[in-house]
């Protein structure tokens, strides 16, 4: 007798374990989903000279992407670009001389690509621009589109 009712309770026992699983399932599924609090916004930094930087736009803004654009001046340069780079440290031509001077420049360093370079880097997997490193080149200069660095 005592090994039939044994029996009994953990055939019982065996069978509850499938429920107290849906249970906790569904106890865990039923909380109502809560929602995220919305990061704070960070405390704009500073810029190197010292000048406040400007706050980062928001999704919920009725402006973004480039429209959003606090400088005044075209993204890129183009027609209306003021900031134009006029002293370089490297001035370059091709993509032996493009590559070698962004391996040298440093830090505050400008590598400035020739208005009518077309320089194709096909091939070329990781290139870096070293920080602090400014590549530039002439569009925004009346007449001239800049040079070209590209691949295929």
């Known amino acids: 007798m005592f090994s039939r009712s044994v029996l009994l309770m953990t055939t019982t026992f065996y069978k509850l374990i ?22 704070p916004e960070p405390a704009p930094a500073e810029t190197t000279d010292n000048t406040p930087r400007q706050p980062r736009p928001l999704l919920s803004d009725s402006t973004f992407g480039a429209d959003s ?67 530039a080149s002439g569009r925004g200069k009346p007449d001239s589109q800049g040079g070209l660095v590209f691949s295929t």
């Open 18 to 39: 499938p429920c107290f699983a849906v249970l906790l399932f569904l106890a865990a599924c039923g909380e109502k989903e809560r929602p995220a609090a919305p990061a």
């Open 69 to 135: 654009n606090p400088t005044g001046n075209p993204i890129g340069g183009g027609d209306g670009y003021d900031q134009l780079v006029e002293e370089y440290d490297y001035f370059v031509t091709s993509r032996a001389e493009l590559l070698n001077a962004l391996k040298q420049a440093t830090e505050g360093q400008v590598v400035y690509l020739a208005d009518t370079a077309r320089v194709d880097l096909s091939g070329d997997q990781k290139i870096e621009i070293g920080a602090g490193v400014t590549l």
